[in-house]
């Protein structure tokens, strides 16, 4: 150990200082408490002296990063662990027996849209839309796509850098060529972005944000709406931004409404689906043109995800008096709530997705991170069968004619890559297609065992241990927790090429359930939102705890990452309990809750975390804001803050001040880092070589924090 320590000394040492970062207080008042902000000058990261500091702050971190031990050989690991894969298929989607999928094909760094000819055949996968011919330099994305209900043409977001700041384009199928149709502000970092295409496939629904002149600056990335566009009427105008096209709904929404658009085979009707913001509140409209928009649920319906059947028939996913979920179906064309049908009654799991296929349905439950299947047809259920402690991430139709029933979904497990399998429901059986990804990291040496931590309140939290057979329980293993805990979205077992270097390393790597999530349900997501937020960050460290208890690790080899609200629950577990961690490593994170709603996509994070005009919530983020409860003198662990020039959800700011808090407050000498990606956003976008060297970062910097050789 000592060796260890006298090493990252050394390397400390021969480090360029930190910039200096002069406090600037600043005080604010809320609801009579006194607030002071010594770096609130951080926050504007188009200021010089501002661009100068994080120079200066990146320059440093890379003189540590490129010299760390094993750096090198880390990344080369990495980079053959990327790039060794075969081609992988998500985001199918059927139309007119059309088989539509994203593919990623390493080494090329971004994904790109692609026909298949055969889910048993992956060569004859047929590029429609290739980001990498667009541009060689790998950063445009696909932000999301969108097939015409004959399956002629595709619509299609592109955007650049990871900014997510997305472009419409229409291409056709069969030979790739691109329309002169194009639609500026239809994605966005704030609440994405949706088209949906009429019956005839003349022209779409899609969702866009204000324009300039159109409201006042401040108010462009906020009140999302719909419009409609025909093919060619964009062809003329000075811009090309389809300036002849048709407002329908939007501009009388809440300003932090968030909307996505749905239709049935026959594109004769129009789901608007709008969300209040991030916190899980829901209301929907039909439209049925010519006719204006009709309001079917109200946030009070507890109403969510939708699916459309083939007679049209609408099911929507409820949690009124459900705490699981509940299905319901809307009959055509009134699709009136008052008189839906209840189709599937809440169970012990609950429900996650669901898709209708002729007669069946097929419903996803979670439970408790891994994933169930159900087979549900003329009164009859049946369990498909899944590998252990897997997800299933996707479901979608098997293309043909009258689908028979049949229905192919994409699952994956800690330890085993995605592949899609089909599913017959004539005999129960299921068969893993073509559709396959083959990784060069083998795990078939490794295990994932399910534990339970009790969190502070008696809560029992679920973790998912990865570790290699035969692990000794000695408490000196290096242990890397990673946990996410909010929106309701859950951490389901998602394979992951690079946790093969951590255990080839003796490391354990952990994956925690915690609340805030939807692993059980709406309440479990409930139990960690607004005023009850503190229940993630206590079930986090119950489990850090458990795994010390349990003699896996021990304080000085413990790690955990997280990214997003991931990173604020990294904020939060090192200033409440720096002695529990030996190193941090996080990842775009939100760490000044009292300034979060300030920034564009923060407001829409209201409805998740509250705000500080309201005294009681006021209360409970000033409680856990982890930038404010830095204390001068503690022992923080090694930190390293990773954040992207390009995030619109997360702003860099918060790295940017929570860097200089520790620097300034930290006793224990160990390093507080912020790395600065130029090249990238929020994380989605971000082309593989840039992924590559990130994920190089962060592992030379637990190797040699935790000493691991």
Known sequence: MRSTILLVCFLAADLPPAPDTPKRPVTDEYHGVKVVDDYRWLEDGSNAEVRQWSDAQNARARAYLDNAPMRAEIAARLKQLDTDMSPGFSGLSERASILFAMQTQPPKPQPALVTLGSIDDPGSARAVVDPNAIDPSGSTAIDFYSPSTNGKLVAVSLSKGGSEDGTLAVFETETGRRLPDSIPRVNNATAGGSVAWNADSSGFWYTRYPRKGERPDADLNFYQQVWFHRLGSSMGSPSGAASADTYVLGKELPRIAEITLQTPEDGKFVLIKVSNGDGGEYLHYILNPPAAPAQITRISDQTSMTVFGSDD????????????????????????????????????????????????????????????????????????????????????????????????????????????????????????????????????????????????????????????????????????????????????????????????????????????????????????????????????????????????????????EGWSNGGLLMGAALTQRPDLFRAVVSHVGIYDMLRVENFPNGAFNVTEFGTVKEREQFQALFAYSPYHHVKDGTDYPAVLFLTGANDGRVDPMNSRKMTARLQAATHSGRLILLRTSANSGHGIGTALGERIEEDADVFSFLFDQLGMK
């Open 313 to 560: 028939n609408l099911y929507i996913l409820s949690n009124k008096d459900a705490p699981m979920g509940k299905l319901l179906e809307l009959a055509p064309p009134r699709f009136s709530i008052s008189a839906a049908k209840t189709v599937v009654t809440t169970g012990r799991s609950s429900i996650d997705g669901f898709l209708a296929v002729g007669s069946h349905l097929y419903i996803r439950y979670m439970a408790g991170g891994p994933s169930k299947l159900l087979d549900k047809s003329n009164g009859s259920e049946r369990t498909v069968n899944l590998p252990p402690v897997s997800s299933v991430d996707e479901i979608a139709r098997v293309p043909s004619p009258d689908h028979q029933g049949q229905m192919i979904f994409e699952d994956q497990s800690y330890i085993d890559p995605p592949a899609w399998y089909r599913y017959d429901p004539a005999s129960g059986a299921v068969t893993k297609t073509a559709l396959a990804t083959k990784s060069a990291a083998d795990f078939s040496d490794a295990e994932v065992i399910r534990a339970i931590a009790v969190s502070k309140d008696g809560t029992h939290v679920p973790l998912n241990i990865v570790r290699r057979k035969g692990t000794r329980l000695d408490g000196n293993n290096p242990v890397l927790l990673t946990g996410y805990g909010g929106y309701g979205i859950p951490e389901t077992p998602d394979f992951f090429a690079r946790t093969r270097i951590w255990l080839d390393h003796g490391g354990v790597w952990v994956d925690a359930n915690l609340r805030g999530g939807s692993e059980f349900g709406e309440k479990w997501h409930e139990q960690g939102q607004l005023n009850k937020k503190q229940n993630v960050f206590d079930d986090f460290i119950a489990c850090a705890e458990y795994l010390i208890k349990a003699k896996y690790t021990n304080p000085e080899k413990l790690a955990i």
